[in-house]
């Protein structure tokens, strides 16, 4: 008789996303006239930069030559794009890594949430509390999760980042085999410092553990001591692997792309003791589960290490954190505590005394016709808040900043 993942079973019965979407579908089907302005859901709205779309048309084109046509490509990514990686957001930043370091994907989520296939399942984890959900959903799939009760994974350890400890993790207070840190952070638009992070790669390095660094939103830190790898933390070559997309730096969260680095010198330790390289794993596990991403999608994620590409790319996330900027002003005009939107496309705010994250999103939402997102559904730490995006049309944010200004509680 064929079984199934039971593990599936102990999923929380909605994905944040569609408790959000079933709630603002009914909404609208009894106002079909609200003005909806959606500050919710963290994806992109600036066209593809014009040097992609140049490099999308050159890549189809050549596949319509029997010439220069491409089947099948390199499962870990075809070297021009590894190659420009390495070159360009690496070694600028005196990170030395070699091409066959960089794993192309089809976006980050999914090697967030594959990379557990090569891992042992009694690792025990950490996160940073809120988390993105994909680290901990993936986990309880995987079976490494344990239980839940009263809001929380048995065998997960949480770090919470509260107004408190002003969003800096304590370590963890008991063993962590996999820890997940993901800086500058969704969702509360914080980061780390440079000898903030080195407390963690010191701890993994010391506690043998594989930190899982995701460093989606990297393109958007402008304050200089702020690490954008944490390869640029000695030593975590041999402790981390590190995640990276082209979603939120140049508008690929449609076309989808995005890597993912191991380092040869990171090597982990089967039950008996013996040190394997997880390079060699993840290339493995590529080869058999993954088919590579598209090449003319590659040629399009390698337009944007261009000059115009890195042009065109600043000023989109300029745009975007011109909305950051206008809304955290307007947010504490409007009497709001906010956090984030400096060296991320988030706002983390505190929502008014008395109301939960869900009471204030009803209010914004009934009130105002705003969507945002319920901080607490992020993880217990962020009940309390909730995220605003600034990856929205300038009008819109200004928009929904005005309203903001009328809230009367
Ligand atoms: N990591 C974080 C922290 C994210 O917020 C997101 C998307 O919102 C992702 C990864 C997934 O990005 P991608 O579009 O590359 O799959």
């Given at each position: 008789m064929a079984t199934i993942n039971e593990n599936f079973l102990k999923?929380?019965?909605?994905?944040?996303?569609?408790?959000?979407?079933?709630?603002?579908?009914?909404?609208?089907a009894d106002n079909p006239d609200?003005?909806?302005?959606?500050?919710?859901?963290?994806?992109?709205?600036?066209?593809?930069?014009?040097a992609v779309i140049d490099a999308l048309h050159r890549a189809t084109d050549e596949m319509a030559s029997a010439a220069t046509f491409r089947g099948y490509g390199p499962e870990q990514g075809y070297d021009f794009l590894r190659e420009a990686i390495v070159k360009h957001d690496f070694a600028p930043r005196g990170v030395n890594l070699q091409p066959d370091e960089i794993f192309v994907n089809d976006g980050a989520k999914s090697d967030t949430g594959n990379f557990g296939d090569i891992l042992g399942t009694d690792n025990t984890l950490c996160v940073t509390d809120p988390i993105y959900p994909v680290y901990i959903d993936s986990n309880v799939m995987g079976g490494r999760a344990g239980d839940f009760a009263d809001g929380?994974?048995?065998?997960?350890?949480?770090?919470?980042?509260n107004e408190a400890n002003?969003?800096?993790?304590?370590?963890?207070?008991r063993p962590a085999d996999l820890i997940y840190l993901c800086y500058p952070n969704n969702p509360t638009g914080t980061t780390l410092s440079h000898a903030e992070l080195k407390k963690w790669v010191d701890y993994a390095l010391a506690n043998g553990s594989l930190l899982l660094f995701d460093a989606a939103y990297e393109a958007y830190i402008s304050t200089p001591d702020v690490p954008h790898s944490i390869y640029e933390i000695e030593g975590a070559e041999r402790?981390?692997?590190?995640?990276?997309?082209?979603?939120?730096?140049?508008?690929?969260?449609g076309l989808r792309c995005g890597y993912t680095v191991v380092p040869h010198a990171?090597?982990?330790?089967?039950?008996?003791?013996?040190?394997?390289?997880?390079?060699?794993?993840?290339?493995r596990r590529q080869c058999t589960k993954f088919n590579g991403t598209a090449y003319i999608v590659q040629r399009a994620a390698e337009a944007i290490y261009s000059p115009e590409g890195r042009a065109q790319v600043k000023e989109t996330i300029r745009y975007y954190m011109t909305n950051a900027a206008l809304m955290r002003d307007a947010l504490s005009k409007a009497g709001l505590t906010v956090y984030g939107g400096v060296d991320a496309p988030y706002l983390w705010v505190k929502t008014p005394e008395g109301y939960g994250s869900w009471d204030f999103f009803d209010l914004l939402l009934r009130?105002?016709?705003?969507?945002?997102?319920?901080?607490?559904g992020f993880g217990p730490a962020g009940e309390g808040f909730i995220r605003l995006t600034a990856f929205g049309r300038r009008e819109d944010c200004q928009e929904a900043m005005?309203?903001?200004?009328?809230?009367?509680?």
């Open positions: 999923l929380q019965k909605n994905y944040l996303f569609a408790d959000i979407a079933q709630k603002v579908a009914q909404f609208k609200a003005p909806l302005i959606r500050l919710g859901i963290g994806d992109v709205t600036r066209p593809l930069p014009p929380a994974w048995s065998r997960v350890t949480y770090c919470p980042c002003g969003f800096v993790p304590e370590l963890p207070a402790c981390a692997v590190e995640f990276r997309s082209f979603s939120k730096t140049a508008g690929f969260t990171l090597k982990l330790r089967t039950a008996a003791g013996e040190p394997v390289e997880l390079n060699q794993l993840w290339h009130r105002l016709h705003l969507v945002c997102t319920p901080g607490v005005q309203r903001l200004t009328r809230l009367e509680l």
